[in-house]
């Protein structure tokens, strides 16, 4: 009994290594939830297998070795080839060593190595699950607020999307259009708005604690993110409307520092394929972007916000116009070479044409969103609210994520943001022709809920590196308005 066991974990152990070893090349991009489902449901398809090796070869033991051999064979695409090329060399081995034997000795071969190695590759996720999360703290963030009126706050983060001149400049798109439609619909829109980073995590981080987080204060790349996506959901201004007694909800954005917070999910629950699983099945970048097309549209349907108890607060962290560019104008899927949500350099070096690429399909996934929202916003319950929509930085057709000198500051670090208010009394008309940083606005929203002094927060503008992003590189003002090339 004991044999046959060991006859099966080597395959299983293997084959799990392979979403633990993708999960790391793209640590916290995805919830660990998704790599152990993964790993579970790779480990089911190598017995499976087995068993049908098994009933082809009349015999447990040689199934095994089969799906073993396959398996290595795969690990090649995830593994060093060294570390494959020492397994099958210790399966010879022992494989001549007791040649009556030669099967049994393997399979115990297989299992050892697997579980030894499966060890190594699921650590980082172990050690993800079971981290303690902090905030990221602010020299000038908010402090205790209580608020006078609470009506519910609906927050929309459009990720990527970038000031008018240059989206007009650079990617031939009028987003004067969708402008105007927010200014009909009783909006205030600040068209020219500066980002205080270049990510995303830092810069939703800041504008959830109402100042610029220190992103000096952790000494890993990896922990920096995982606390700030920590901040975004239990930081200051989540502190100040749970205390308040707002029900706190988000919609599923796809990007796992930002899903796995406090804020209770609403909207379809999806049962298919998640994005981990996604990269590993065949089909690749076409799979991966329809998992995210499901949930941008899951999250862009009229009528999500109907049932939540009142007051609420919603944050809705949408994957648009960011890359993948998978959509068309009008909702219908678009072809893509690129897997993951890489952007930037990363994104155009993957797609055919380069830049011309990133630029075309940037402009059609930013005309969807434009028009989803705009319909969703038509469906919004009634009752009385402030709605916020901003960008959380400009796009990145000339972003590069290791070179300040290669990146165009005036396309990443600028974008819009958007007011509002249906509440008596409560106005945002008075913002429509000063500049304000993305980071102040929940300093102006809660300056007008409450009597307490909210004094605006100077921002700086800074780039960071996607290897290290503890390291801000403050931005001159003159070179947030050079021209790209």
């Not at 080597?10 to 995805?30: D, E, K, M, Q, R």
């Not at 690749?284 to 097309?293: E, L, Q």
């Amino acid at each position: 009994m004991i044999s046959r066991a060991f006859t099966l974990i080597g395959p299983v152990a293997l084959i799990a290594i392979v979403p633990f070893s993708v999960w790391s090349v793209y640590n916290g991009t995805y919830p660990t939830w998704q790599a152990y489902r993964a790993a579970f449901l790779l480990g089911l398809a190598a017995l499976l297998a087995i068993g049908v090796f098994a009933c082809i070869l009349k015999s447990l033991p040689k199934a095994s070795l089969v799906v073993t051999l396959i398996v290595c064979a795969v690990l090649t695409l995830y593994v060093d080839i060294a570390v494959i090329l020492m397994l099958i060399g210790i399966f010879a081995v022992v494989g001549l060593v007791d040649r009556a034997q030669a099967y049994r000795n393997i399979g115990l071969a297989a299992s050892i190595m697997g579980l030894f190695l499966l060890s190594g590759a699921a650590w980082p996720v172990v050690n993800a699950t079971l981290e303690r999360r902090t905030v990221v703290a602010s020299d000038d963030s908010l402090g205790e607020v209580v608020l006078d009126r609470k009506p519910s706050i609906i927050h929309v983060v459009l990720d990527g999307y970038g000031a008018p001149d240059v989206l007009s400049d650079i990617y031939g798109h009028n987003s004067e259009r969708f402008f105007t439609q927010l200014e009909t619909r009783g909006f205030t829109v600040l068209r020219n708005v500066p980002a205080p980073y270049s990510q995303t995590l830092p810069s939703m981080a800041s504008i959830m604690s109402g100042g610029s987080v220190d992103v000096g204060a952790r000494g890993s790349a990896n922990v920096l993110r995982r606390d700030l996506g920590y901040t975004i959901s239990n930081g200051p201004v989540a502190t100040v409307l749970r205390n308040a007694g707002y029900t706190m909800t988000r919609n599923r954005s796809g990007y796992g520092f930002l899903d796995t917070g406090a804020l209770a999910h609403v909207g379809p629950n999806r049962i298919g394929l998640t994005e981990l699983e996604a990269m590993l099945v065949p089909g690749g970048a076409t799979t991966f972007a329809s998992v995210h097309n499901e949930i941008l549209q899951n999250s862009m349907k009229p009528g999500l916000l109907d049932d939540l108890a009142t007051p609420y607060f919603h944050y809705q962290h949408l994957l648009a116009p960011h890359p993948p560019f998978s959509l068309n104008a009008d909702g219908s899927e678009r072809p893509v070479t690129t897997i993951s949500y890489m952007d930037g350099n990363l994104a155009v070096a993957m797609l055919p044409k380069g830049r011309a690429d990133y630029i075309a399909g940037y402009r059609q996934k930013a005309l969807y969103i434009e028009n989803a929202l705009l319909q969703q916003i038509d469906a919004y319950p009634p009752g009385p609210k402030i709605v916020l929509i901003h960008g959380d930085h400009g796009p990145g057709a000339f972003l590069d994520h290791e070179s300040a000198e290669r990146t165009c500051m005036k396309e990443r670090l600028r974008t819009f943001m958007a007011f509002y208010s249906n509440v008596p009394g409560v106005t945002f008309d008075e913002l429509a022709d000063g500049r304000l940083s993305t980071v102040n606005a929940y300093r102006e929203i809660f300056g007008r809920l409450s009597s307490a002094a909210m004094h605006r927060s100077s921002v700086q503008s800074n780039y960071l590196t996607w290897s290290r992003p503890m390291d801000a590189l403050a931005i001159a003002p003159a070179k947030m308005q050079k021209e790209c090339s």
